[in-house]
């Protein structure tokens, strides 16, 4: 049970595996205004960027669950690193089926709604976990523009028109499914550079060592076109954004 390792190559740098900077991460935990004390859990929690940072700025505790060893043993050092490794865990396992012993006052799923099938399913196992009054973190892209063609779907690595809506109609289904949104911070085109063009670098510093994995034709082939396929459809018509819920 594990990430491929194509994914933890591209993003062997990252601290956010999403189009998110490190002041857009800070701002996010800003406006949510956490209390100290504020029991937090964080499934796909990636390298614990988001748990660390917060536990360290807010004095929230926590549990961040995610299926890649390397990332969790990462997260794990990062804690240690900011100070806060006696509030925050990290386990490594799957995180679709993980419900808190405890209830939580903030649940979180960033960029990760596969792990419920999608936006609905992500949302009830959160709610599973959460406490009367709590609130819910999604992470999800959005159509900046409405894609004209599939080419343009799958540039976008969808596979239908319909796996993302555009910003209105996404706010617009939390609300059919029971929800307030209640806060939002959202990705800009300079987000997305930072997080695409850092998976660049990253690939060819790997290739450079790595020239003879099996691998390496895959990536260096990836190298070679994605950068200009960014340029010219995921970057102009794919957003993405986390949205803060309070159930009605």
Same mark, same amino acid.
């Given at each position: 049970m594990?990430?491929?390792?194509s994914?933890?190559?591209r993003e062997?740098? /990252?601290?956010? /595996?999403?189009?998110?900077t490190?002041e857009k991460?800070a701002?996010?935990?800003?406006?949510?205004?956490?209390?100290?004390?504020?029991?937090?859990?964080d499934?796909?929690s990636g390298?614990?960027?988001?748990?660390?940072?917060?536990a360290?700025?807010h004095?929230?505790?926590? @549990?961040?669950?995610?299926?890649? @060893?390397?990332?969790?043993?990462? %997260?794990r050092?990062? %804690?240690a690193e900011l100070?806060?490794?006696?509030? #925050? #865990?990290?386990?490594?396992g799957?995180?679709?089926g993980y419900?808190?012993? $405890?209830?939580v006052?903030?649940?979180?799923?960033?960029?990760?709604?596969?792990? *419920?099938?999608?936006v609905s399913?992500t949302?009830d196992?959160l709610?599973?976990?959460l406490c009367?009054g709590?609130?819910?973190?999604?992470? $999800?892209p959005y159509?900046?523009?409405?894609?004209?063609d599939? /080419?343009i779907?799958e540039a976008c /690595?969808a596979s239908a028109k319909e796996d993302?809506?555009?910003?209105?109609e996404?706010?617009?289904?939390?609300?059919?499914?029971?929800?307030?949104?209640?806060e939002m911070v959202?990705a800009?085109?300079?987000s997305?550079?930072r997080?695409?063009? %850092?998976?660049?670098?990253n #690939?060819r510093?790997?290739?450079?060592r790595n020239p003879?994995? $099996?691998l390496?034709?895959?990536?260096?082939?990836?190298l070679?076109?994605q950068?200009a396929?960014?340029?010219?459809y995921?970057? $102009?018509y794919?957003?993405? *954004?986390?949205?803060?819920?309070m159930?009605?």
């Amino acid at each position: 049970m594990d990430l491929p390792r194509s994914f933890t190559i591209r993003e062997s740098s /990252h601290r956010i /595996h999403n189009p998110f900077t490190s002041e857009k991460l800070a701002a996010l935990g800003q406006v949510l205004g956490l209390a100290p004390g504020t029991r937090v859990l964080d499934l796909a929690s990636g390298t614990g960027e988001m748990l660390c940072t917060w536990a360290q700025a807010h004095g929230v505790v926590g @549990t961040g669950v995610d299926i890649s @060893t390397e990332f969790t043993a990462r %997260a794990r050092v990062r %804690a240690a690193e900011l100070g806060v490794a006696d509030q #925050v #865990v990290f386990l490594h396992g799957d995180a679709s089926g993980y419900v808190a012993d $405890e209830p939580v006052g903030l649940a979180a799923c960033i960029g990760a709604t596969w792990i *419920g099938n999608g936006v609905s399913g992500t949302i009830d196992l959160l709610r599973r976990s959460l406490c009367p009054g709590g609130m819910l973190l999604i992470g $999800e892209p959005y159509w900046r523009q409405e894609p004209s063609d599939q /080419h343009i779907v799958e540039a976008c /690595h969808a596979s239908a028109k319909e796996d993302f809506r555009l910003l209105p109609e996404l706010i617009e289904q939390f609300g059919e499914l029971g929800y307030d949104v209640v806060e939002m911070v959202l990705a800009d085109q300079d987000s997305w550079d930072r997080y695409r063009a %850092a998976q660049w670098l990253n #690939v060819r510093r790997w290739l450079d060592r790595n020239p003879d994995d $099996e691998l390496a034709a895959e990536l260096r082939a990836e190298l070679s076109q994605q950068p200009a396929r960014y340029a010219r459809y995921e970057r $102009e018509y794919l957003g993405w *954004g986390v949205f803060a819920l309070m159930g009605r």
